[in-house]
């Protein structure tokens, strides 16, 4: 069993204000492997008040002072990055080998594209007219919350550009995963992150996040979560009219045209969707198919659903684990029901749990077809493997459906024409659009439209999300 009852505040592992421990449980085994503290508001005080006292000094530091703080995290990050692969397959169940090679590179990605954001960032620069300077200045205290299904890859997000701006902050981890952030503050200490700089005081929404948005002395929340969360911190951060950036749920449409490569196309849909076992906020979960290559799509989806392998964790290889929790097993099977309930067809998968594995929150890899945009398997973020598939008739049928949704984070296009691609692009209400299996570096920017949030993350855009802009005149 890990013992972790420490919060990191003022340079210092201490001592909850009040002790209230929380088991971590292992969703391959559904056995606890390590303890926590879950913080108070106390704790947020004592976490906001080491962050206000550092904001001073750390706001006037140079550029390079700021630089090479990250790149002796960096080089942190990447020598003891085998034991940031296993906090992120203890906490989430994240496969081995997908921790090694997707999890785990991220944090190291997100220092690196900000280091080189924060090297060519003017925070000074005349006004268009001139006569004024505008000057870029860190934001003040933040509030950092993240989830758990990637989990440092949102930590590092929002650390690495708070610590460039020139930030103070309160990071306040999933409290279901929390084992790869008390790892990253490790990291921190050990680069000589100043007293007060970066604290980090687990918790639940409740009792450490409300304290965290509502609270005077912080000046900006950065929130990722789900939607209805994210309504939660908006509402209590308005008191103060701080800040708040957002990056929310999605229920993001996947555009498959007949003029695509079928097979190939198909297959990088449904590994989009099942990867990180459907437990990503951008995952193309509904898959739109034009009609004259339907029938063909939904027979190849299931076969293709049907090979996807679900195995052990702590097995080296292309699988997938277990979704995280007992309580999130229990909505997507919620959630297939549901969906045959109002007459979706099942084509591969189902409710209850794969084939010899009666232990652990593993799911079906499961796919739906003829649903319809209004049932509620395409209009809620299931969060697990779960794929919609939905016929559609023309080009601009495509596009409304893609629409209409009340998210935005992302949207996905099939085709073999390049023309098309760039139409279909410019016209769906999504943050990011991905074109016949395409990925972005960490300096593009990520965030979503409609109540999928607000503000960009990674590189520049998301430095500038924690800078002030001010102008000087005269």
């Not at 790869?180 to 200490?189: M, V």
């Not at 076969?303 to 097993?329: C, F, M, N, R």
């Not at 007459?343 to 209850?352: C, D, H």
């Not at 998210?407 to 098309?420: F, H, K």
Request: aromatic share 6%; glycine share 10%.
């Amino acid at each position: 069993m890990i013992e972790k009852r420490q919060f990191y505040i003022g340079g210092s592992w201490v001592d909850p204000v009040e002790a209230k421990t929380l088991e971590v449980i292992n969703p391959a085994t559904e056995q606890p492997i390590a303890v926590i503290s879950l913080g108070s508001a106390a704790d947020v005080d004592k976490a906001v008040a080491a962050a206000k006292a550092a904001f001073t000094d750390w706001s006037e530091t140079s550029v390079d002072e700021r630089a090479a703080l990250l790149e002796r995290i960096i080089a942190i990050y990447k020598r003891r990055s085998e034991e940031m692969d296993e906090a992120i397959r203890l906490e989430m169940g994240a496969p081995r080998s997908f921790a090694r090679d997707s999890q785990t590179p991220t944090g190291a990605g997100h220092l690196e594209a900000t280091l080189e954001a924060l090297k060519h960032h003017a925070f000074e620069r005349p006004s268009p007219r001139g006569g004024s300077v505008l000057r870029h200045e860190p934001i003040g205290v933040c509030g950092l919350i993240t989830p758990w299904n990637w989990p440092i890859n949102q930590i590092a997000a929002k650390v690495a550009p708070a610590l460039a701006a020139g930030c103070t902050m309160v990071l306040k981890p999933s409290e279901i995963a929390p084992l790869s952030g008390l790892l990253f503050a490790e990291f921190l200490d050990e680069a000589g992150c100043p007293a007060g700089v970066f604290n980090l005081v687990n918790g639940d929404g409740p009792g450490v996040g409300m304290a965290m948005s509502s609270h005077p002395d912080i000046d900006m929340m950065s929130f990722t979560g789900s939607t209805r969360a994210g309504i939660s911190v908006s509402q209590n951060a308005a008191t103060t009219v701080k800040r708040v950036a957002q990056e929310l749920g999605g229920k993001s449409a996947n555009l498959l045209f007949a003029d695509a490569d079928l097979e190939t196309a198909l297959r990088t849909s449904l590994s989009g969707c099942f990867s990180n076992t459907g437990q990503s906020c951008d995952a193309p979960t509904r898959l739109l198919v034009e009609r004259s290559v339907y029938d063909e799509a939904v027979e190849l989806a299931g076969k293709i659903a049907a090979e996807t392998k679900v195995g052990d964790p702590a097995e080296e290889g292309d699988h997938i684990g277990p979704v995280i929790s007992d309580l999130q097993y229990e909505k997507i099977q919620g959630h297939i029901e549901r969906g045959l309930a109002d007459g979706a067809r099942l084509v591969a998968g189902g409710p209850g749990k794969p084939k010899g594995f009666e232990t652990g929150y593993f799911v079906q890899p499961t796919v739906f077809a003829d649903v319809t945009n209004q049932m509620s398997i395409a209009r809620n973020e299931i969060f697990g493997p779960v794929l919609v598939m939905i016929p559609f008739e023309t080009e601009e049928d495509a596009i409304a459906i893609a629409n209409d949704t009340p998210y935005g984070l992302a949207a996905y296009i099939q085709t073999g024409d390049p023309e098309r691609a760039k139409r279909v692009a410019r016209k769906l209400r999504a943050g990011s659009v991905y074109i016949n299996g395409a990925s972005p570096d960490y300096d593009v920017p990520f965030g979503g439209y409609k109540q999928s949030g607000n503000g960009r993350e990674f590189g520049e855009f998301g430095l500038e999300d924690f800078l002030e802009l001010k102008a000087i005149t005269g």
